[in-house]
């Protein structure tokens, strides 16, 4: 009996040791489960000219070059006529107490565009890294992560206006590289890196690296970046690329924000320097009003070409003003927006095939983000 009794308590005791470990187990597994982190958006648009074709148009000048004659403004994406899609794009990542990763993948036009400079032109790969949470005021970083310079950024749901500026456009938009964040206090950021030459993420094909810095400022109204750029880019020069950049946005009311954007690149003569301003009111709980007024100048480019191959010329300057409404229904964004380019060169067509130095167009965007 004495034995009996024994083999039952250890049974029970067994039994219970299992449980409270299976139940600790899962317990982990849940608390897990929650670090991990699925983000995205998909978006699609219509849009159509005023004073000028609706298509893409071909001439040929003699030169057995076909010219392009661009049908919208020369910045990055919302550039395609009638309806059009942008791109999908699903974000994964966990975020552990001292380490994590993102794997940010993109699919469709948009997305092609972002990682235009890839090795594979079908490449998903926005963005992918890991990093490691040395402690509070210390972070690593490893890998490709979307640039810390402007205003704008790739993701059409974390930008009030849907079309993008052409500083965004002529600037970087991702960096390959291992880069260590800064957390002096409350309110003051840092940030140092070393980089592959801007856009080539998938790996180093020159040798050469690039350099950057951000030193940062928040509070509960908003955040100012100073941003730095500096190394060689090859594909562009020899010379080494120099940018500085502004990126400013402050909560002047309950109803109104400022933003500002100023940037200066340079690469032994060629480059650019613009500035924008960003003012949005907020009308009601779903819907916004917002401006980006933008001057922007190129230096003595000999090419001028940028993006899909659109051709401005040398020296050129661009004013933009996109006014864009914002409604949201839930997880839906509806974007009307108007816009008008004005250039110091006869770049576009107008409907009679005339050249024509300014372009008004319209763009209805949808945004489903979540």
């Keep these: 009996m004495k034995i009996i009794t024994t083999s039952k308590i250890m049974k029970f005791l067994l039994f219970t040791v299992a449980g409270f470990t299976g139940f600790q187990t899962f317990a982990q597994e849940d608390e897990e489960t929650s670090n991990w982190l699925l983000s995205g958006s998909v978006d699609t648009y219509f849009r159509t000219n005023f004073n000028g074709l609706n298509k893409q148009v071909y001439l040929d000048d003699g030169d057995d070059i076909p010219d392009i004659f661009p049908q919208a403004p020369a910045s990055s994406f919302a550039d395609n006529p009638g309806f059009a899609i942008g791109m999908a794009n699903i974000i994964l990542g966990y975020e552990g107490e001292k380490v994590g ?41 490893l890998g490709n992560w979307n640039t810390y310079l402007g205003y704008e950024v790739i993701s059409p749901a974390a930008n009030f206006n849907y079309s993008t500026s052409y500083m965004f456009s002529y600037g970087p938009f991702s960096h390959t590289g291992l880069k260590a964040d800064f957390n002096f206090d409350d309110n003051w950021t840092g940030m140092l890196a070393i980089m592959n030459p801007t856009d080539f993420t998938e790996f180093n094909p020159y040798g050469k690296y690039s350099f950057g810095g951000q030193l940062g400022y ?38 109104f924000y400022l933003g500002l954007n100023a940037t200066y690149q340079d690469t032994d003569g060629l480059g650019f320097y613009g500035a924008a301003i960003y003012p949005q009111f907020q009308t009601s709980e779903n819907f916004a009003i917002g401006l980006r007024a933008e001057y922007f100048k190129e230096l003595d480019n000999d090419d001028g070409i940028i993006d899909d191959g659109l051709v401005y010329g040398e020296d050129f300057r661009a004013l933009d003003f996109t006014l864009t409404g914002s409604y949201t229904v839930g997880n839906l964004i509806i974007k ?32 489903y983000a979540f």
Excluded: C, H
């Design 101 to 141: 990763f993102v794997a940010d993948l993109v699919y469709g036009p948009r997305g092609e565009d972002a990682v235009f400079l890839s090795d594979n032109s079908s490449n998903i790969v926005n963005q992918l890294y890991v990093y490691y949470k040395v402690n509070d005021a210390l972070t690593f970083t």
């Design 218 to 255: 928040s509070n509960g109204m908003g955040s100012a970046y100073l941003n730095l750029l500096y190394g060689e880019q090859s594909y562009v020069s020899d010379e080494a690329t120099f940018q500085i950049d502004l990126t400013t946005g402050w909560d002047l009311s309950d109803v």
């Design 336 to 367: 009307p927006e108007f816009r008008l380019d004005s250039i110091s060169e006869d770049v576009f067509v107008d409907r009679d095939l005339n050249a024509n130095d300014n372009l008004s167009s319209f763009v209805l965007a949808a945004i």
